[in-house]
């Protein structure tokens, strides 16, 4: 079966420069959730999507921002990156307009920031 | 403050034993509880999940034990194997928020000795 898809898988910047993660969702899921992971922690929400719309908001930095596009697929852009930004960015699908709470993990982009 | 408290921190069993991972919750809202597995540097995969109109739950392995009353459930792990070994985190949401963001809880490393 079609999993999340997430690009790039690792992705190395330098402290003040900017960073585009993308999200391929499940084919026919029509929610995207982000999460940020450091290192020995749990995922933390960052923000969601339903349908190209923001659905809820975290924990997530002014200096990120997100959206969804029309093909679904959605992207988290990172602005003035700092050394503590370096972590695993998660995305995650469901398909929560069917009410269907399940969600799924990508394999995760693991962004290390020096 | 974390919404969601999981114990233990870290437990070793030998292969064959059951190991029982806790969880508690506050927030009498949350009515979705998942169990997701992740292997070191990927990302989560949902075990199992349930709904607290039950009080347990099994596929293959993995039991979920749900005391609404006590606003307590638990993962148990049937005969469980080195493969096994990984970090398993509870999370709950719940529909009051629309979009299902899932709070996580600290996770458990477990290592299942041969």
């Known amino acids: 079966a079609a999993g999340v898809i997430q690009s790039p898988r690792h992705l190395i910047k330098e402290k003040r420069e900017t960073a585009t993660l993308k999200c391929y969702p499940i084919p026919r899921h029509d929610t995207v959730y982000w999460y940020q992971q450091g290192p020995g922690q749990d995922p933390q929400f960052l923000i969601s999507f339903y349908e190209k719309m923001q659905s809820d908001k975290g924990s997530i930095p002014d200096r990120f921002s997100a959206q969804q596009f029309s093909d679904y697929h959605s992207e988290l852009n990172m602005s003035s990156l700092e050394l503590g930004d370096s972590a695993l960015y998660f995305c995650?699908?469901?398909?929560?307009?069917?009410?269907?709470?399940?969600?799924?993990f990508g394999p995760g982009t693991r962004l290390t920031v020096t | 403050q974390q919404q969601v408290k999981q114990s233990p921190q870290s437990l070793i069993v030998q292969k064959g034993g059951i190991p029982i991972i806790n969880c508690a919750y506050e927030n009498t809202a949350f009515d979705y509880f998942p169990w997701y597995q992740q292997f070191p540097g990927k990302g989560p995969a949902l075990l199992i999940a349930?709904?607290?109109?039950?009080s347990e739950k099994k596929e293959g392995r993995f039991t979920i034990s749900f005391n609404k009353s006590a606003k307590q459930f638990s993962l148990h792990i049937m005969d469980s194997q080195p493969g096994d070994s990984a970090t398993y985190f509870c999370?709950?949401?719940?529909?009051?928020?629309?979009?299902?963001?899932?709070?996580f809880g600290t996770g458990t490393r477990l290592l299942v000795s041969p």
């Open positions: 995650a699908s469901s398909s929560a307009g069917t009410g269907a709470y399940e969600q799924y």
């Open positions: 999370a709950a949401s719940g529909s009051w928020t629309g979009f299902q963001k899932l709070v």
């Open positions: 349930i709904r607290p109109d039950v």
